[in-house]
């Protein structure tokens, strides 16, 4: 079963605007990542939080984490065309295993 | 330096074939990590390994499918007697070490389709 699930399935937005997903998640994790996929390819790393920070930056990307909630979200700012594709949490446990949801597939319409 | 390399990018078999999926992964990287992905799903975990030892392969079907990662060479992918339900995009990952939150480090995938 797959531990993170992200929300919304789909987000269409247009550029310059705000794009926000979250990552839910159930059992307790060590750290929590986020990846995107262009369509076609591999995934690739955009950020990595630890269960012991609530906050992380990484130029347009933010990402937050509540452990007390079991819940993370990314938020990417003044979007752009080239931001489309799917956007995957990872949560990773004591077995060092990254454990992936279904993704949010993002839209950004120039 | 060149990143994680799978081959072949597309292989189509028929009912009964073997498919056989290779990943180099990036210089210096002696984890390798597995996952399958059917279209609009996530990455599902398969299998994950060390040079020449399988360290976790429960996300791996007891029956057809083995994985090895040996001292030379690329981490094989097999799947004995395919199924139509076997197709679906297979990612190979690495990374250099496991100590939590390492990042992994992506192929492009090879998507097999079974005819």
């Known amino acids: 079963s797959q531990q993170g699930e992200e929300d919304p399935q789909a987000l269409s937005i247009q550029e310059g605007e705000n794009a926000t997903m979250n990552c839910s998640y159930k059992?307790?994790?060590?750290?929590l990542q986020w990846y995107r996929q262009n369509s076609g390819r591999g995934l690739v790393h955009l950020i990595l939080?630890?269960?012991?920070?609530r906050e992380k930056h990484s130029g347009r990307l933010r990402v937050t984490l509540d452990t007390s909630k079991k819940s993370s979200s990314l938020l990417i700012t003044a979007s752009r065309a080239a931001d489309t594709a799917s956007y995957f949490c990872a949560t990773e446990g004591g077995s060092y295993i990254p454990t992936f949801g279904r993704g949010t597939s993002l839209i950004v319409h120039p | 330096n060149a990143g994680v390399m799978q081959n072949p990018r597309h292989l189509v078999r028929r009912r009964g074939q073997e498919a056989r999926l290779r990943c180099s992964p990036m210089?210096?990287?002696?984890?390798v990590y597995w996952y399958r992905q059917l279209p609009e799903e996530g990455l599902k975990f398969m299998v994950y390994l060390q040079k020449e030892n399988i360290i976790d392969e429960s996300g791996m079907p007891k029956e057809r499918f083995s994985a090895e990662f040996p001292k030379e060479g690329p981490s094989i992918l097999r799947i004995q007697q395919v199924v139509r339900g076997d197709s679906a995009a297979y990612f190979c990952?690495?990374?250099?070490?496991?100590?939590?939150?390492?990042?992994?480090?992506f192929g492009s995938g090879t998507q097999l389709s079974v005819l």
């Open positions: 059992t307790s994790i060590n750290n």
């Open positions: 990952a690495s990374s250099p070490l496991v100590r939590g939150g390492e990042k992994l480090f």
């Open positions: 939080i630890r269960s012991n920070e």
């Open positions: 210089k210096g990287h002696s984890h």
